[in-house]
Protein backbone atom coordinates (compact mmCIF):
# COMPACT_ATOMS: atom_id res chain seq x y z
CA UNK A 1 0.00 0.00 0.00
CA UNK A 2 1.21 3.55 -1.05
CA UNK A 3 0.77 6.08 1.47
CA UNK A 4 1.26 10.25 0.92
CA UNK A 5 1.97 13.05 3.30
CA UNK A 6 1.65 16.33 1.92
CA UNK A 7 3.09 19.57 3.97
CA UNK A 8 4.39 22.75 3.62
CA UNK A 9 1.15 24.78 3.17
CA UNK A 10 0.32 27.86 5.09
CA UNK A 11 -0.77 31.71 4.74
CA UNK A 12 1.24 34.07 2.40
CA UNK A 13 0.99 37.35 1.17
CA UNK A 14 0.69 37.93 -2.31
CA UNK A 15 3.91 37.88 -4.35
CA UNK A 16 5.23 35.32 -1.98
CA UNK A 17 6.45 31.54 -1.80
CA UNK A 18 5.62 28.51 -0.16
CA UNK A 19 7.09 25.26 -0.84
CA UNK A 20 5.21 22.18 -0.28
CA UNK A 21 6.40 18.53 0.25
CA UNK A 22 4.97 14.79 -0.43
CA UNK A 23 6.75 12.36 1.50
CA UNK A 24 5.47 9.00 -0.45
CA UNK A 25 6.00 5.76 1.76
CA UNK A 26 5.45 2.17 0.83
CA UNK A 27 6.19 0.10 -2.56
CA UNK A 28 6.88 3.00 -5.05
CA UNK A 29 8.20 0.96 -7.93
CA UNK A 30 4.80 0.74 -9.88
CA UNK A 31 4.52 5.23 -9.97
CA UNK A 32 5.13 5.93 -13.01
CA UNK A 33 3.63 9.59 -12.01
CA UNK A 34 3.04 12.19 -9.24
CA UNK A 35 1.01 14.89 -9.34
CA UNK A 36 -0.41 17.83 -7.76
CA UNK A 37 -3.78 19.24 -7.59
CA UNK A 38 -5.98 22.17 -6.19
CA UNK A 39 -9.44 22.40 -4.92
CA UNK A 40 -10.69 25.59 -3.80
CA UNK A 41 -14.32 26.04 -1.89
CA UNK A 42 -17.21 25.32 -4.58
CA UNK A 43 -14.54 24.21 -7.07
CA UNK A 44 -13.42 21.30 -9.25
CA UNK A 45 -10.65 19.47 -8.26
CA UNK A 46 -7.74 20.31 -11.18
CA UNK A 47 -4.45 19.34 -11.84
CA UNK A 48 -1.60 21.81 -11.07
CA UNK A 49 1.83 19.94 -11.91
CA UNK A 50 2.84 16.30 -13.06
CA UNK A 51 6.20 14.44 -13.10
CA UNK A 52 6.57 11.21 -14.90
CA UNK A 53 8.92 9.79 -11.95
CA UNK A 54 11.28 7.59 -14.41
CA UNK A 55 11.75 10.63 -16.55
CA UNK A 56 11.48 13.77 -15.06
CA UNK A 57 9.12 15.02 -17.69
CA UNK A 58 6.56 17.69 -16.39
CA UNK A 59 3.87 19.10 -16.94
CA UNK A 60 2.10 22.09 -15.74
CA UNK A 61 -1.16 24.13 -15.73
CA UNK A 62 -1.62 27.22 -17.98
CA UNK A 63 -2.92 28.84 -14.77
CA UNK A 64 1.08 28.41 -13.11
CA UNK A 65 3.35 27.90 -15.73
CA UNK A 66 6.47 30.16 -14.75
CA UNK A 67 4.76 30.36 -11.58
CA UNK A 68 5.41 26.71 -10.06
CA UNK A 69 7.97 24.20 -10.25
CA UNK A 70 7.68 20.46 -9.14
CA UNK A 71 10.52 18.50 -8.60
CA UNK A 72 11.53 15.22 -6.96
CA UNK A 73 14.14 13.11 -5.04
CA UNK A 74 13.59 9.42 -6.09
CA UNK A 75 15.87 8.85 -3.30
CA UNK A 76 14.32 10.09 -0.35
CA UNK A 77 10.74 8.97 -1.76
CA UNK A 78 9.81 12.73 -1.31
CA UNK A 79 8.20 15.15 -4.32
CA UNK A 80 8.05 19.12 -4.10
CA UNK A 81 6.24 21.96 -5.32
CA UNK A 82 7.99 25.32 -5.12
CA UNK A 83 5.13 28.07 -5.63
CA UNK A 84 6.23 31.43 -6.05
CA UNK A 85 4.63 34.54 -7.01
CA UNK A 86 1.47 33.48 -5.66
CA UNK A 87 -2.04 34.94 -6.42
CA UNK A 88 -5.14 34.81 -4.63
CA UNK A 89 -6.77 32.91 -6.58
CA UNK A 90 -4.12 30.08 -5.88
CA UNK A 91 -5.66 29.97 -2.67
CA UNK A 92 -6.93 25.91 -2.12
CA UNK A 93 -6.39 22.80 -0.76
CA UNK A 94 -3.53 21.11 -2.29
CA UNK A 95 -2.87 17.35 -2.50
CA UNK A 96 -0.41 14.66 -3.91
CA UNK A 97 -1.40 11.96 -5.93
CA UNK A 98 0.13 8.82 -6.73
CA UNK A 99 -0.47 7.46 -10.76
CA UNK A 100 0.25 3.80 -11.83
CA UNK A 101 -1.58 3.84 -14.73
CA UNK A 102 -1.33 5.45 -18.16
CA UNK A 103 -3.95 8.43 -18.69
CA UNK A 104 -4.12 12.05 -18.83
CA UNK A 105 -2.08 13.56 -15.95
CA UNK A 106 -4.17 15.97 -15.27
CA UNK A 107 -7.33 14.35 -14.37
CA UNK A 108 -8.01 13.51 -11.21
CA UNK A 109 -9.56 9.90 -11.90
CA UNK A 110 -6.22 8.53 -13.35
CA UNK A 111 -4.93 8.26 -10.16
CA UNK A 112 -4.51 5.64 -7.90
CA UNK A 113 -3.16 7.64 -4.43
CA UNK A 114 -3.60 10.17 -2.70
CA UNK A 115 -2.32 12.85 0.50
CA UNK A 116 -5.06 14.23 3.08
CA UNK A 117 -3.91 17.77 1.49
CA UNK A 118 -2.50 20.79 2.90
CA UNK A 119 -3.96 24.33 2.92
CA UNK A 120 -2.72 27.19 1.31
CA UNK A 121 -4.29 30.92 1.35
CA UNK A 122 -3.09 33.78 -0.45
CA UNK A 123 -4.40 36.98 0.69
CA UNK A 124 -4.23 40.35 -1.43
Known amino acids: QVQLMESGGGSVQAGGSLRLSCAVSGYTGDIRCMGWFRQAPGKEREGVAA????????YYADSVKGRFTISQDKGRNAWYLQMDSLKPEDTAMYYC?????????????????WGQGTQVTVSS
Open 97 to 113: AAKTRSGTWSNAINYDY
Open 51 to 58: IYTSISYT
